[in-house]
């Protein structure tokens, strides 16, 4: 009786250390957070076809985009759940920078919406 005790709490220990060892290590699916380093001339370069860049009296260099009525998270986009929560995907081929880093803001004497890079 003693040996299949002990034999079942050897077989309990093992199963144990493989469902922890199983859930415990991240599988190569996993997504990850990634370090990425974005310099200006990116956004200068990739977003001077769409609008113009101007020096803000308060804020530096900013983008102010040429359609007129555009308001950002609101205009040819749609608000999407994602594993991090809700992000908005763009349709403008220009989406990518100023909807994911930065800032809006709303400058009247712009024209409008311009948007501060960092």
Do not use: C
Not at 98 to 103: L, N, S
């Amino acid at each position: 009786m003693y040996k299949l005790h002990a034999a079942l709490k050897l077989t309990l220990k093992v199963l144990v250390i493989l469902l922890v060892t199983t859930f415990a290590v991240p599988s190569s699916n996993e997504v990850k957070a990634q370090d990425v380093n974005v310099n200006f001339d990116a956004f200068y370069n990739d977003l001077s076809p769409y609008g113009r860049w101007v020096d803000h009296e308060r804020f530096g260099q900013v983008w102010v985009y040429n359609e007129p009525g555009f308001s950002p998270y609101y205009t040819n986009g749609r608000w999407d759940y994602s594993d991090y929560g809700w992000t908005w995907v763009s349709d403008y081929a220009w989406g990518w920078a100023p909807f994911h880093y930065g800032r809006w803001e709303n400058d009247p004497a712009y024209g409008g919406w311009l948007w501060i890079p960092g």
